[in-house]
């Protein structure tokens, strides 16, 4: 049983950094419809922007030895920048694509930032200590916790009840809300397409930010591919919690984390090497059942 709850806190941890950054790829795919396959290199830019302006082949922090308030600022201005001009150049003027030439569109840009991030830093992992404290365990009872689990859970949780907060009680939320649920009737009221647009790359590129400084802290390694299979388990969690929901998109989140890390436990020792496609094999179980997810929207519905 002991064990069990530890399975549980693990699943709730690694399920709050896929909920995360599914939100982010739900915000634009409920506005756009736009993929973002380029979000998993978001994290890997707000993960980078720890050692800038460094270039050397250890890892020396730059702005991941500021003040922890001005760090965390610094990193989401790097992250939110670079999603902002990535939708100035690439996704702005394909407003009215459809749906796979995005898709490709965002794979372009995903395909440019690894590059210009091996050209810059290179191609050798770098290691970085980044809130190493937090490895050390608490005691809750007979239960060991590594307090960066609790930070992760905790972190995700005020970031999800901000963004709702956000979405229901500011003009820009409701205008996000509004274009996601029916994009042109939206533009016929009076929402000014492009602010909404930018307000939600600005969102998931802070979404981004957080989970690369949360997954940074666990692992500890630089790689210019970081982000990306956070992003494809994202993608995964977004598709079975309901595309174009943010409902869905965390439940999906914590459904693949919870499923991952019990495979993980409880598989045998000869089949564990073997999880990701139990884990794909339940998705696709999953998707038969519910096509259009845990959380369907009628928006999407609709529009299919």
């Given amino acids: 049983m002991i064990g069990f709850i530890q399975n549980v806190v693990d699943a709730l941890s690694l399920g ?76 702005s003027p394909l ?12 794979s372009s840009v995903s395909y440019v930032i690894q590059h210009s991030i091996l050209v810059i830093f290179g191609a050798r992992p770098k290691g970085i200590d980044l809130w190493s404290a937090l490895g050390k365990s608490i005691t809750i009872g007979p239960i060991h916790v590594p307090q960066i689990q609790l930070v992760t859970i905790g972190v995700t949780l005020l970031l999800m009840l901000a963004l709702t907060a956000f979405l229901k009680r500011t003009p820009y939320g409701v205008q996000i809300r509004a274009a996601a649920e029916d994009f042109q009737m939206a533009r016929y009221l009076g929402v000014k397409a492009n602010i909404a647009i930018g307000v939600a790359f600005a969102l998931s590129g802070i979404l981004a930010a957080a989970v690369s400084l949360l997954y940074i802290s666990q692992t500890g390694t630089l790689t210019s591919a970081l982000g990306v299979p956070l992003m494809l388990y994202a993608f995964i969690a977004t598709v079975v919690g309901g595309m174009g929901s943010l409902v869905g998109a965390v439940v999906g989140g914590f459904a693949v984390g919870f499923l991952a890390v019990m495979l993980q436990a409880y598989l045998p020792d000869d089949l564990r090497s073997f999880r990701d496609a139990f884990v794909f094999g339940v998705v696709i179980l999953v998707l038969l059942v519910r096509p259009a997810g845990i959380v369907p929207t009628k928006a999407l519905a609709q529009r299919v």
Wanted: glycine share 8%.
């Fill in 16 to 91: 709050s950094l896929y909920a995360l950054a599914a939100l982010g790829i739900g915000l634009l795919f409920g506005i756009l419809r736009l993929i973002n396959l380029a979000h998993g290199d978001f994290i890997t830019i707000g993960a980078f922007a720890l050692i800038v302006p460094s270039r050397n082949e250890t890892a020396v922090m730059g702005i991941g030895s500021l003040p922890l308030l001005f760090m965390v600022l610094a990193v989401c201005a790097v992250v939110v920048i670079t999603a902002l001009v990535s939708d100035r150049l690439v996704f």
């Fill in 95 to 106: 407003r009215r694509a459809n749906a796979p030439t995005l898709m490709i569109a965002s």
